[in-house]
């Protein structure tokens, strides 16, 4: 893990600004992803965390310009990868970064695998989209990268289809795929939601050991801070659309800030507690897009005291501690300045 103040700026691969997107709908327009600000250094892990419904796969979905379509739009934003806005180049040119410097996991284990094609012929397929080589060369680096994610007998099941594997297998096979035109950015949104917790550990396990291989960036999207904790050097905390709380891992877990943030930590399991204390959840659900507050979002379920003037006004992003942002909603902004001054 590197501080955020020891990196230079073309450390930086990835930084999103002002990031909205929105969904037209018979009602209007309806903003899923509103002014979100990132940045990624290469080689490293960025987590995106938050509860279903906060605009984590739009998010990750606009960066590779994949938002379903004719609904989805782009509003606003600009999002530099490796030095040029990935917002404003042409089609061919995103056909080229997708699959190629960037790979994704889909949350979709089958949105990403085609169902009448063979894995070989699917992996082939992506090599020789990016890759001028050879079919026959294509073949052998799609086995080679099945015996990287550990598929037993790759020269037998490169033959099969995607029902023919079990769920941790497919999830192997996307690995596969997103990584084998070694992208210098993967998008993983959820990778392990749909599988055992073994198998969660080894997947993710096996994404740290191609990423150290390979020196790629990665984007970890999960409803889970465990995960979180494990596997990033930086979280970024999305709640209805917004980033809440942004900071090195450490940092984040040290020093929650964001009522939002504390809620979620408090829901995870914990070794110094005792085991007989229950988990707390955090009560109430993510407001639907419909009827988003322009102020605090959290407020709805927010236990500081409060008045709904907080509803009014979005809350400024304030940077607390070097390289910890939070928005700092007026219910705990006083708090945040004593603390700040104590330092
Ligand atoms: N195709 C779509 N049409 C309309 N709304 C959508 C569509 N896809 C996602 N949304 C809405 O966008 C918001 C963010 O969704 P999403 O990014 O999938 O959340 P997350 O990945 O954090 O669970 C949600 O309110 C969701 O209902
Ligand atoms: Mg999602």
């Known amino acids: 893990m590197t501080p955020e103040t020891g990196n230079r700026d073309d450390d930086i691969l990835l930084k999103v600004t002002d990031l909205s997107v929105a969904f037209d709908t018979e009602s209007g327009p309806l903003v899923a992803v509103d002014d979100v600000d990132f940045s990624l250094h290469r080689g490293k892990t960025l987590g995106i965390v938050g509860e279903s419904g906060c605009g984590k796969s739009v998010s990750a979905l606009s960066l590779i310009r994949l938002l379903p379509q004719p609904m989805g739009r782009i509003r606003s934003g600009e999002v530099w990868f490796d030095g040029r806005d990935l917002l404003k180049v042409r089609p061919e040119e995103m056909h080229q970064v997708r699959g190629g410097e960037i790979g994704m996991i889909f949350q979709e284990p089958m949105t990403a695998l085609n169902p009448v ?5 699917q992996l082939t397929e992506a090599v020789l989209l990016h890759q001028k080589i050879s079919p026959a060369e294509a073949l052998e680096q799609a086995v080679e990268m099945l015996k990287r994610v550990r598929i037993p007998s790759p020269e037998i099941r490169v033959g099969e289809y995607p029902h023919q594997l079990s769920g941790g297998m497919r999830q192997r096979v996307m690995i596969a795929m997103a990584l084998i035109n070694r992208p210098k950015l993967l998008i993983a949104d959820e990778p392990t939601t ?6 969660q550990a080894q997947i993710l396990a096996l994404i740290e050991e191609l990423q150290a291989e390979m020196g790629m960036a990665v984007i970890l999207i999960t409803h889970d801070l465990g995960v979180i904790a494990e596997n990033c050097d930086d979280v ?41 204390q229950k988990l707390r959840t955090i ?25 709904d003037t907080v509803l009014a006004q979005r809350p400024p992003m304030v940077e607390f501690r070097p390289g910890h942002w939070v928005e700092a909603c007026p219910c705990f902004r006083e708090a945040l300045a004593n603390a700040t001054a104590e330092r």
């Open 117 to 121: 094609h063979s894995i070989g012929r």
């Open 236 to 276: 970024v905390v999305m709640y209805a659309g917004r980033v809440v709380e942004q900071a090195p891992v450490l940092e984040l877990f040290g020093s929650p800030t964001h009522p939002y943030t504390r809620g979620l930590l408090d829901s995870i399991p914990r070794l110094d507690h005792p085991r007989k």
């Open 194 to 199: 749909a599988l055992d917790v073994t198998v």
């Open 283 to 307: 009560e109430g659900t993510v407001p639907s897009l419909s009827r988003m507050p322009a102020g605090c979002r959290f407020a709805p379920r927010c236990s500081n005291p409060h008045d």
